[in-house]
């Protein structure tokens, strides 16, 4: 793992190349990175999570949940483009070491989910058959509301008891007060969410690593990096609802990785969990992740920046996503060459 400091130095750094066209978010990703870091311990986050991971993914089976699915009922019904994708190729990546998906996201979300999933390739299949299949994903509706919620993540963590990892990408989780919010400070109806931040709490109660990727500050995860973040982040103690409880997310998580676009925090993680085993052919094509980002456009899913139906993840191109997917591989490139 240490002589491959660097290399995950520099996926942490690729993940967190900032593009943001609206000004208000400009300067916003270095801010949340050093945060993320600062609480964490100071070294790279992709290899503190591929360390992590390491021992699960060396036991070759058992359940890695993987929570996404963001939107809005009025602009964004089916969701966006920033999650899915992430979700497909940690999906496709954990998949390759034997370890059975467990997707989850809201109602309004699955088709755009399953999707991504699918284009990334991994086969998606009913309970029966996914038991069977060390590399199969599930795709499971996540209820919205707190109470549903509850019943639902104590019903699935009795009935799956080989559950190694959590994962939240791009999952809204809600502030110190309870109130949901978008990343610029409109809070969100509370039935219209999963309360995933239980699902969080629950695993950690029982000891089943929980990692997070998130871009805004209102995601799951960002609980670890409150602290230094609520004086500098814009929305860090007002909101602008009434609620006045700033948007950042109050959940703690075991694993924080801030990123640019949370699409490609995953793709930090895979890149790094992949070097980290010696097993880069577990990686998808870039074809395959430029499919897992069109797959959700056709599912009605929309960029969460521009709103547009075109296959842009936060108001990036897709020739963009692929500069830095093939940045990611440049890096597995040169910490293979030998010095
Ligand atoms: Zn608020």
New binding site residues.
């Given amino acids: 793992m240490r002589t491959l400091h660097w290399f995950f130095h520099y996926l942490d750094q690729i993940a967190n190349l900032e593009f943001k066209s609206k000004p208000a978010q400009q300067g916003g990703t270095q801010l949340r990175y050093a945060a993320g870091l600062a609480a964490q311990g100071g070294e790279p986050l992709s290899g503190r999570i591929a360390q992590a991971l390491a021992p699960i993914v060396a036991s070759g089976t058992g359940t890695v949940v993987l929570v996404t699915g963001t939107g809005n009922p009025t602009w964004l019904p089916r969701g966006e483009t920033d999650g899915p994708s992430g979700v497909a190729v940690l999906a496709r990546v954990l998949g390759a070491f034997g370890l059975r998906s467990c997707i989850m996201t809201e109602a309004p979300f699955v088709d755009a989910v399953r999707a991504s999933v699918l284009a990334a390739g991994s086969p998606i299949l009913e309970e029966a058959g996914w038991v069977q299949r060390g590399n199969a994903a599930m795709v499971l509706t996540y209820p919205t509301g707190a109470a549903q919620g509850r019943a639902f993540v104590d019903g699935f963590l009795a009935r799956q008891q080989d559950v190694r990892a959590v994962f939240f990408i791009e999952k809204p989780g809600p ?1 110190a ?1 309870g ?1 949901f ?1 978008n990343s610029s ?1 409109k ?1 969100k109806a509370d039935d219209w969410v999963a309360h995933a931040h239980q699902l969080a709490d629950a695993a950690r109660e029982r000891g089943i690593l929980t990692f997070a990727v998130g871009d805004g500050g209102n995601e799951i995860g960002f609980g670890q990096l409150r602290e230094g973040l609520l004086t500098t982040h814009p929305y860090g103690t007002d ?9 950042l997310n109050a959940t703690r998580v075991d694993y924080m990785f801030p990123a640019s676009v949370s699409n490609w925090g995953a793709y930090a993680m895979s890149v790094a969990l992949c070097l980290a085993s010696g097993k880069l052919e577990a990686l998808p094509e870039w074809r395959e992740v430029e499919a897992s980002i069109a797959a959700p456009i056709a599912a009605g899913a929309y960029d969460g920046y521009t709103g547009l139906a075109v296959p842009s993840v936060d108001g990036v191109s897709l020739t963009g996503n692929k500069a830095v997917y093939d940045l990611m591989m440049e890096v597995v490139r040169m910490a293979r060459t030998p010095a």
């Fill in positions: 502030n007060l109130v919010h400070g809070p909101c602008g609802c009434p609620c006045k409880g700033g948007i």
